[in-house]
């Protein structure tokens, strides 16, 4: 099962970034390993995965959960890398937030140790996101690798989606602090709405938020009041290229294109006439929160390339929605 690069563990295979980059380390030439959720009834479809090509080769799927820390283990020993992606996603805050941060904070501690106990993983890359960032008492235009959110501010304050802000911010913190703490190379990936094609089944998330207005999610229309996107293909090549860089060290805010709801709009109309998409003037009343830039300074300076824009972005995702049967 070895690839000519040797093998990675990718966690929360069947998820949307998690499968599109095991994709790409399969055509990098990585044997992977990936962890999916115990599936009792056999719902679970990994199909999708395992067609990958490659992955009959190179591929293999192992059973874990972020409750159970040490299930990640045998997934893990003899790999050289490891792409923590799975989360505990509650966006709509049916858990107490506590439980949530201590599910994640756990499970990547858990995930760490198993890391260090393989003598064999040279780098960590965790997935982290721009919740961790934007909900700061900053008035910057532009935030960069230094802007934290600010997790008592939004426990005093819960609106939607507080936990997962709250456990993405302290879980990434906590990863860091373990690898300074272990001598173990960790380096945190922090990107912002991630759109673009999808072969999951599963309709992804944040791929159903950016198509809000195609889909007349009104409800949804807030989140898009100011966006920063970033393509998934994007993201999984700044995973491999922060695996593989030398002197990667810290975090990386990865965000490649901002858009406002009214741009958004004419933008849409503009390219899809076929989709009844709200008017500019419609939505003057919608009201969401404005965030600043993030930068990706540090990512580039690093030396990677972002390949793909706004059009990229909804080109592939409505493509995907199409033959998935979404639209």
Known sequence: MEGNKG???????????????IMRLLEHGYSVRTTVRSDPDGKRDTSFLKNLPGASERLQIF????????SFGPAIEGCIGVFHIATPLDFEDR?????????SIDGA?????????SKTVKRVVYTSSAAAVQFNNSTA????????TDVESIRKMPSFGSSYAISKTLTEKAVLEFGEQHGLEVVTVVPTLVHGPFI???FAGSVRTSLALVLGNEKEYPFLFEVTFVHVDDLARVHIFLFEHPDAKGRYLCSSATMTLEEMSKFLSERYP???????????EVKGLRFAC????????TGFEYKYGIEDMFDGAIQSCKEKGYL
């Open 63 to 70: 059973t874990a959960d972020l409750s159970n820390p040490e």
């Open 294 to 301: 993030l930068s990706s300074k540090k990512l580039l300076d």
């Open 200 to 202: 999951c089944p599963k």
């Open 141 to 148: 235009d532009i935030y960069d690798e230094g802007c934290w």
């Open 109 to 117: 501690l858990g995930i760490l140790r198993a890391c260090l106990n």
């Open 274 to 284: 076929e989709f009844q998409i709200p008017s500019p003037e419609s939505l003057k």
């Open 7 to 21: 093998t990675v563990c990718v966690t929360g295979g069947t998820g949307f970034i998690a499968s599109w980059l």
């Open 95 to 103: 858990e107490p937030e506590p439980v949530v941060t201590k599910r």
